[in-house]
């Protein structure tokens, strides 16, 4: 008897958002896997998938075979080393989303404006743009910093539980940058709270002296991330947090908008 030109296999049916449903099944399981500290075994997928284990195995079968996913020694499925060279394409394309909203930021504050995201346990930074100030601020793209004692820093841990804040502190130490940087961890999870409290992060001179940037969470983003001004400290004041931060706060909803119809 002939077989239906129908195929009932999952590979081949669409979901309710006009995507093939292995597809949406596989990276929602890439998802869950990084969400779990990038290593899980096949019953803690079903658990929080609902997919059943024939499915599940099925689909990591195929990830393995591609690279992006390995299976470890003791049977776990950790995520591969193709994803590294995506997520890092990934991570410079979104700093050039970013430019115009950092470019707004520069218009609007007076002040440079840059994007981070938290990489392991270091801080990167993706994009800036400069202010137009003869005295300004710059910060090389790619660089790599530790986050106890920056903005953006503070602005990408205050969403994270207090004792992976410890944890990521006792792997990196909290050496000081200066002599106004945090250097215990019950003063950078006290500074974590103001975090919570404002609904932004601040550098007083914390990781250079003369220095005070504000910074903010980007809402939402598909990658931890957050954007920043930076100027000296005569000029990004009190008085001046008071109308940079809602400036800071209004861009980054948009730019996470704009991110997420992006991928829409």
């Not at 404006?113 to 930074?125: K, R, T, W």
């Not at 003063?187 to 005070?212: H, K, P, S, T, W």
């Amino acid at each position: 008897m002939p077989t239906s030109s129908a195929s009932t296999n999952d590979s081949a049916k669409s979901s309710a958002s006009g995507g093939v449903q292995s597809l949406e099944r596989a990276f929602d399981l890439l998802e869950r896997m990084a969400d779990a500290g990038g290593e899980v075994g096949l019953s803690e997928l079903s658990a929080t998938s609902g997919l059943p284990l024939p499915t599940i195995h099925r689909l990591m079968r195929t990830l393995v075979a591609c690279g992006y996913v390995r299976q470890q020694p003791n049977r776990r499925y950790a995520l591969g080393p193709r994803l590294i060279r995506l997520g890092e394409s990934a991570s410079r394309l979104l700093g050039t989303w970013a430019r115009p909203y950092l470019a707004r930021l520069v218009e609007e504050t007076g002040e440079t404006a840059n994007m981070a995201l938290l990489d392991g346990d270091e801080i990167v930074y993706v994009a800036q743009v400069p202010s137009k100030h003869s005295m300004r601020m710059f910060t090389e793209v790619g660089r790599r910093v530790l986050p106890h004692s920056t903005g953006v820093g503070k602005a990408l841990l205050a969403s994270v539980p207090d004792e992976e804040v410890r944890a990521l502190l006792a792997r990196t130490g909290m050496p000081a940058a200066t002599e106004k940087t945090i250097t215990t961890p019950d003063g950078f999870l006290a500074a974590l709270e103001d975090v919570r409290r404002l609904g932004y992060a601040l550098d007083d001179n914390e990781q250079e002296i003369g220095v005070r940037c504000l910074a903010v969470s980007v809402p939402d983003s598909p990658t931890a991330a957050a954007i920043s001004i930076s100027g000296p400290a005569g000029r990004v004041t009190e008085a001046a947090t008071d109308k940079i931060v809602p400036v800071l706060q209004g861009i980054a909803v948009e730019l996470s908008q704009a991110l997420a119809s992006s991928g829409a």
